[in-house]
């Protein structure tokens, strides 16, 4: 007779929390209010992000960095798309850095991985998730997505300006990807105008390691940014 197995406690690896600074005023949407707040096909900006990032089974926890005075009422928009993954809430601070600092703050020490990501890329694909989650657990030390660059860029120089090679360019989105410890490191040399987390992690010496990124991982930033998720939510199309 064999041993008969009737159950396995399933163990959750790894523990993945995503930090969602959402404490910018949005003042480029002229919605006069915080971004996050705007409505977008009938539910907040906020909300569509949360879902997104909990598309991947693995995202245990969600921090909500907020405008003061929003903590509650954002983590319960956040909560309502979350699923079975908890929201706390804390306040943002006056840049998107220090928002960022303050939600690293209350994330548990036992967490394997951690994602930053703006709830303003609220249409970003599950598979970009997870293609952060994955290159993380496989040993980068920062991970973020990366887009090709579709512009011919030209960089202003003294008198004039010439063109950039853009085929070597990326585009960069979020969420981005860290070991807990390293972006812990990151963030206590601090640099309160950083406008991502994977260029603090640049200024430790380490690696930034690009995953593909997607179209609709853009940021909605502008009114016209806005209709574009509108249309694309619309017509429940999955590719950009
Ligand atoms: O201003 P920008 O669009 O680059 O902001 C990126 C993200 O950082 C947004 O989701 C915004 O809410 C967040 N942010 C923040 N705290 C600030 C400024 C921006 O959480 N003080």
Not at 7 to 24: C, H, M, Y
Not at 70 to 97: C, F, N, Y
Not at 144 to 161: F, H, K, L, Y
Request: net charge negative; hydrophobic share 50%.
């Amino acid at each position: 007779m064999g041993v008969r197995v009737d159950s396995v406690t399933p163990v959750q690896e790894p523990r993945v929390v995503a930090i969602v600074p959402a404490a910018g005023s949005g003042e480029r949407l002229g919605a006069g209010t915080p971004k996050a707040m705007v409505p977008l096909a009938g539910e907040p900006i906020l909300a569509h992000a949360v879902r997104g990032l909990v598309a991947d089974v693995r995202v245990g926890l969600v921090v909500l960095a907020t405008p003061e005075g929003l903590e509650e009422p954002m983590a319960a928009i956040a909560a309502g798309a979350s699923g079975a993954a908890p929201v706390v809430a804390v306040t943002g601070g006056r840049t998107r850095a220090e928002s960022v600092a303050a939600a690293l703050a209350v994330v548990p020490d036992e967490v394997d991985v951690v994602l930053v990501h703006d709830a303003a890329r609220c249409l970003t694909p599950a598979a970009v998730v997870g293609a952060v989650i994955d290159a993380v657990v496989s040993g980068a030390d920062a991970v973020v997505p990366g887009a090709p660059v579709v512009d011919t860029i030209r960089e202003v120089v003294d008198g004039g300006s010439r063109t950039i090679d853009r085929s070597a360019l990326r585009a960069v989105q979020t969420p981005q990807g860290f070991p807990l410890a390293v972006l812990r490191r990151a963030h206590a040399r601090g640099d309160a105008d950083a406008t991502d987390d994977a260029g603090m992690v640049e200024a430790l010496g380490l690696p930034v390691v690009i995953v593909a990124g997607h179209p609709r991982a853009f940021k909605v930033t502008t009114a016209q940014d806005l209709v574009l998720a509108e249309a694309l939510l619309a017509g429940g199309q999955q590719d950009g």
